[in-house]
């Protein structure tokens, strides 16, 4: 197809945000800060290598994903735990906050609620910035790995991918059969997976994580959370999504409460509030 003559003038539009932040509620980073420093571990849960495991942190609480043994990047759903049908709405976080995220931004939560679930409060990756080739970490860009897009381009029966992790773990979580949790199985923040987009034909791409033992990412409770972290079966994602014979660690999730009183001047975030009335 011939370009026309104006295409470098179209080109040079310049871009406008979507979504300008600047009037989002900001968190008070100094008071979960001043909480998590008397706050005392109350729980631990271990995602082993290629599989997954739940975790539950009230609000208020803090909850931190650790790296340990080695490189390893996770797939992080969370849902309201009094209300499955409230769950991390990746998408919208995205458009919110940018296509990764990082100290200070925050999980949001789907339709109709549309409030933060989870505020990131530390990220010892957050120096990593972005990358000469676009990349970064901590994204919202995939939506997990899983055995539908196998099937679909390689023919494959692969049930250690995250979608299947995530959606066993629930399950079990639960007490309920497969096909109850897999629909709640929504797309992620992956964790310390590092990706951006080519500059060429604009594909999502990975590349080794730049995550060691040792680095976290915390994370404040805004409320009653439900959690499944999948210990991904690309391990760091340097050269496949699902495998069996990339190198995998576990990932560990520790939940922390802090001391009475130390969150008096918080408040619990409200629904969204829209009116729901659509025009009618």
Known sequence: MTQ???????????PVICYP???????D????????????????VIAPPREAACFRAAAGQFFRITSVEGPQVGDLNLWNANDLSERFYSGKSRALHGAHLTTGERMWSSFPHLRPM??????????YGIDAY??????VIGTRCDPYTGNLLAGSQYHHCCHSNLTRALADELGVSLSEAEPHVHDVLNVFMCTGFTRDTGQYFMKSSPVR?????????????????SACPGGDCSSEHSSDTAACYPLKVEV????AGALDE??????????RSHGR
């Open 213 to 229: 033992p040792g680095d976290y990412i915390e994370f404040f409770a805004e409320i009653d959370i439900l959690g499944a972290l």
């Open 29 to 44: 980073l100094a008071l979960y800060q001043a909480a998590r420093d008397g706050a005392t571990k109350i729980d631990e």
């Open 266 to 275: 918080w408040q619990r975030p409200d629904v969204n509030g829209y009116d």
């Open 256 to 259: 922390f409460a802090p001391q």
């Open 21 to 27: 932040n600047d009037t989002l509620p900001k968190p």
């Open 118 to 127: 989870a505020t990131i409060t530390e990220d010892t990756l957050g120096w």
């Open 4 to 14: 026309p003559s104006d295409a470098d003038a179209r080109r040079a539009v310049k």
């Open 134 to 139: 676009g990349g970064s970490v901590h994204d």
